[in-house]
């Protein structure tokens, strides 16, 4: 069964600065892969996906991701954060024999201060 | 569209009683979820459907819980009887064919 890991569990950063947060999985064939972010006292939310393609995925508000398959990783990124960024984000993977089924990380608590 | 909708976003309950959370999935959707949110444990799946049929249950953590999808539109995950450890929030995702999941508001579980 796959695994996803999320290092970092909280992060803070001040405004204007960049943000990377990692997200490596355990799973030997094609995956499709995800990053949610949950806002406080929100739902979850999607950023972004990888399906196939542009290793480089663009997603909402500015958040881009990169997958590195010989890393197994999928680490989100943006050039400058912003005080609204203040949310929790889970990457998350499934593969394409296994049903529709997500595998989510433990989660990383983003806080950006002013 | 509206969304995924669950009801209520709020629950308390007693120990010992009986806890019915509901969801309406986006119209159209094929693909059910049900996922529980805690500290100690993160997100977890619980169960899924597809067109209305369960898939996988071996997220259920025991028999106290039961989920139905009587039809596309509406699924109940159901505890009884409740134990203050079913305290979480509990989240209804639906999809269609793709792996992109819609998620719910969620219902906040309080069991005293």
């Known amino acids: 069964a796959q695994s996803v890991s999320q290092h970092n569990h909280h992060v803070i950063l001040s405004e204007a600065a960049s943000l990377e947060l990692g997200c490596n999985y355990s799973?030997?064939?094609?995956?499709?892969l995800f990053w949610y972010v949950q806002y406080p006292g929100q739902h979850l939310q999607l950023l972004l996906k990888?399906?196939?393609?542009?290793?480089l995925v663009k997603g909402i508000k500015g958040f881009e991701a990169e997958f590195i398959k010989s890393k197994f990783s999928f680490n989100l990124r943006k050039p400058s954060v912003q005080w609204s960024d203040t949310a929790e984000y889970f990457c998350?993977?499934?593969?394409?024999?296994?049903?529709?089924?997500?595998?989510f990380g433990t989660g990383t608590q983003l806080k950006v201060e002013l | 569209d509206a969304g995924v909708i669950q009801s209520p976003r709020h629950e308390v309950t007693e120990m010992g009683q009986e806890v019915t959370l509901r969801c309406k999935p986006i119209?159209?959707?094929?693909?059910l979820f049900w996922y529980r949110q805690t500290m100690m444990r993160g997100l977890e799946l619980l169960i899924y459907?597809?067109?209305?049929?369960?898939?996988?249950d071996s997220g259920m953590p025991e028999d106290r819980f039961s989920a139905k999808m009587p039809n596309a539109s509406f699924s109940t995950l159901k505890i009884q009887p409740s134990e203050p450890r079913d305290s979480a929030v509990y989240f209804c995702?639906?999809?269609?064919?793709?792996?992109?999941?819609?998620f719910g508001p969620g219902t906040r579980l309080t069991v005293t």
């Open positions: 459907f597809n067109n209305n049929v369960p898939i996988d």
């Open positions: 998350a993977v499934n593969t394409p024999g296994g049903g529709n089924k997500l595998t």
């Open positions: 799973y030997g064939g094609t995956v499709n």
């Open positions: 119209s159209g959707h094929d693909y």
């Open positions: 990888y399906f196939s393609g542009d290793p």
């Open positions: 995702a639906s999809s269609l064919h793709t792996y992109e999941q819609y």
